[in-house]
């Protein structure tokens, strides 16, 4: 099968493509390079510089590459500038994804697994957060992911397209070989900087927020390892296409670990100390965000397979001899 990987030379897009090259199927990246890192394709992949929103360029990777599937990952995902900047967001999260999608149509292209976020349940009052719960963004970076979902339903509904979003609570965690990573400019998430700050102790790490009404008064989040991602994009891929249906699924480990004990989890994996500080609270933030992925345990036979352990491993070996 030849899948097309938007934003696969991204953090989770090129993770994918590795995934997807070991199940002995066939990815084909389109990524403009704004975010990506040529360095983070694999070797012999077919690779298109350019824009999803390019549709005489789309038809004809679609044509040329016998396109059966997209995995849509290119988007753009720094919360606090969906913010500052939203035009940016609906600009690219949403009017460019329409553009996509109305050239997957036009080229029957009719099955779509889009990279949904947790975002989109905003700051939910409950222990542990499942499809049922309604969703409410708190940014413009969750209503621009919540906004393709409704565009995915009404598309699916009138044209038959098939796809199913997956919302991810925290992606983390790198290839097992070192061979690819995490690497933001700028670098925003925890774990990343919590291991640079072990590296190169001027790069102090901020907690922000002390004072959340969690155990330890620092945020709670679900991590969950980016092939433990991957995996569960074919798996949805395998059902919609089988069961000729659409569904959106929650994408987390079920455990919740605080901003302290992934600065604890670092020290153990590295056996160095993070500096870091408390600070104020960021913007947007969610005291507590677990994921409850019963709903892709059950339809999908989706289990993950990196611990907190083995997640934190494998970012730190990335960290260690990074190429990019
Ligand atoms: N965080 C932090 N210091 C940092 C970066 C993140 O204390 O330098 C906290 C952040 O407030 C959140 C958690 O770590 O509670 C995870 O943040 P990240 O940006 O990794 O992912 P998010 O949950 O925002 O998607």
Same mark, same amino acid.
């Given at each position: 099968?030849?899948?097309?990987?938007?934003?696969? !030379?991204? +953090?989770?897009?090129?993770?994918?493509? @590795? &995934?997807?090259?070991? =199940?002995?199927?066939?990815?084909?990246?389109? *990524?403009?390079?704004?975010?990506?890192?040529?360095?983070?394709?694999?070797?012999?992949?077919?690779?298109?510089?350019?824009?999803?929103?390019?549709?005489?360029?789309?038809?004809?990777?679609?044509?040329?590459?016998?396109?059966?599937?997209?995995?849509?990952?290119?988007?753009?995902?720094?919360?606090?500038?969906?913010?500052?900047?939203?035009?940016?967001?609906?600009?690219?999260?949403?009017?460019?994804?329409?553009?996509?999608?109305?050239?997957?149509?036009?080229?029957?292209?009719?099955?779509?697994?889009?990279?949904?976020?947790?975002?989109?349940?905003?700051?939910?009052?409950?222990?542990?957060?499942?499809?049922?719960?309604?969703?409410?963004?708190?940014?413009?970076?969750?209503?621009?992911?919540?906004?393709?979902?409704?565009?995915? !339903?009404? +598309?699916?509904?009138?044209?038959?397209? @098939? &796809?199913?979003?997956? =919302?991810?609570?925290?992606?983390?965690?790198? *290839?097992?070989?070192?061979?690819?990573?995490?690497?933001?400019?700028?670098?925003?998430?925890?774990?990343?900087?919590?291991?640079?700050?072990?590296?190169?102790?001027?790069?102090?790490?901020?907690?922000?927020?002390?004072?959340?009404?969690?155990?330890?008064?620092?945020?709670?989040?679900?991590?969950?390892?980016?092939?433990?991602?991957?995996?569960?994009?074919?798996?949805?891929?395998?059902?919609?296409?089988?069961?000729?249906?659409?569904?959106?699924?929650?994408?987390?480990?079920?455990?919740?670990?605080?901003?302290?004990?992934?600065?604890?989890?670092?020290?153990?994996?590295?056996?160095?100390?993070?500096?870091?500080?408390?600070?104020?609270?960021?913007?947007?933030?969610?005291?507590?965000?677990?994921?409850?992925?019963?709903?892709?345990?059950?339809?999908?036979?989706?289990?993950?397979?990196?611990?907190?352990?083995?997640?934190?491993?494998?970012?730190?070996?990335?960290?260690?001899?990074?190429?990019?």
């Amino acid at each position: 099968m030849n899948i097309l990987v938007t934003g696969g !030379a991204g +953090y989770i897009g090129s993770h994918m493509a @590795r &995934y997807i090259l070991r =199940r002995k199927l066939r990815p084909v990246i389109l *990524d403009n390079l704004v975010y990506g890192h040529k360095e983070s394709l694999p070797p012999r992949i077919k690779f298109y510089r350019g824009d999803i929103a390019d549709q005489k360029l789309v038809s004809k990777i679609i044509r040329q590459e016998k396109i059966e599937a997209v995995m849509h990952f290119s988007a753009y995902a720094y919360v606090g500038e969906s913010v500052t900047n939203p035009r940016k967001y609906y600009e690219n999260n949403f009017s460019k994804t329409q553009k996509l999608l109305d050239t997957l149509l036009d080229n029957n292209v009719a099955h779509f697994i889009f990279s949904s976020t947790c975002a989109t349940y905003g700051a939910p009052d409950t222990k542990k957060i499942s499809e049922k719960l309604p969703q409410n963004p708190i940014n413009p970076y969750g209503f621009t992911k919540l906004a393709v979902e409704k565009m995915l !339903a009404d +598309y699916s509904q009138a044209y038959g397209l @098939r &796809y199913a979003a997956l =919302r991810y609570f925290n992606a983390a965690g790198a *290839d097992d070989d070192g061979a690819i990573g995490e690497a933001h400019a700028p670098e925003t998430h925890l774990i990343p900087l919590a291991l640079q700050s072990i590296l190169n102790p001027e790069k102090q790490l901020k907690i922000f927020g002390a004072d959340y009404p969690t155990p330890d008064g620092t945020c709670v989040r679900d991590y969950v390892h980016v092939y433990d991602l991957a995996a569960a994009h074919l798996q949805a891929l395998d059902y919609i296409a089988r069961r000729k249906t659409s569904d959106c699924f929650n994408l987390g480990s079920e455990n919740g670990y605080s901003v302290r004990e992934i600065i604890s989890a670092c020290e153990k994996a590295s056996g160095l100390k993070v500096n870091c500080q408390e600070t104020g609270r960021r913007a947007g933030d969610p005291a507590y965000l677990v994921a409850d992925s019963g709903k892709a345990h059950k339809i999908l036979g989706w289990q993950t397979s990196y611990d907190l352990e083995k997640i934190i491993a494998t970012a730190w070996q990335w960290e260690k001899h990074r190429r990019y």
